[in-house]
């Protein structure tokens, strides 16, 4: 069965539903849309009973909830398979970690390896200065610009208020004269 993906699926359908149709036991014919929706149910509720039974493994007491995976549920997840299970997070090793030995000191503990930087002291320390270095001369320039702003800024309010005082020096001649 070649060609289009969608052409394949609906092909599949199709010869699904003949084949549960023929079947002896079924007592009323379904059509392929219904089939459909009853796996996609089928699988829903399958994927509930895994994703609760993960839930169980947290902590934070209460009554643990009865979950009933039964074989049907192990079929749909072997048909399925990742989207039940989800994907494993390489780099989370709590189901390693013996968390009855665990205490609040275990925080400071050091870095696992997955978390560590690898670099040469050498490359870490001319990296470092480096980095210190163009922060100064940006700053230096960064200050030397903020104050010629700053003069600039200054000499336009002064402009600006010697104009004022202007202003109100010959309004105050105007009412003099009248």
Not at 71 to 76: H, I, R, T, W
Not at 117 to 128: E, F, G
Not at 142 to 156: G, H, K, M, P, Y
């Amino acid at each position: 069965m070649g060609g289009c993906p969608q052409r394949t699926g609906v092909l599949i359908v199709t010869i699904l539903t003949k084949e549960f149709n023929n079947h002896d036991n079924i007592k009323q014919r379904r059509n392929s849309k219904s089939l459909k929706e009853k796996w996609k149910n089928i699988k829903k509720e399958s994927k509930k009973k895994f994703a609760n039974e993960k839930l169980e493994y947290k902590t934070g007491g209460g009554q643990p909830i009865q979950i009933s995976i039964n074989e049907n549920d192990l079929k749909v997840k072997s048909i399925v398979g990742i989207a039940v299970d989800g994907l494993l997070n390489p780099f989370d090793n709590s189901i390693e970690h013996e968390w009855n030995k665990w205490c609040p000191a275990s925080l400071k503990s050091a870095k696992s390896d997955e978390l560590q930087i690898r670099a040469s002291s050498k490359d870490n320390k001319l990296c470092s200065r480096n980095k210190i270095s163009n922060y100064k001369q940006k700053s230096t320039k960064l200050t030397q610009d903020c104050r010629t702003n700053i003069n600039l800024v200054s000499e336009a309010k002064l402009e600006l208020i010697n104009i004022q005082i202007a202003c109100l020096q010959e309004e105050h001649r105007v009412k003099m004269e009248e």
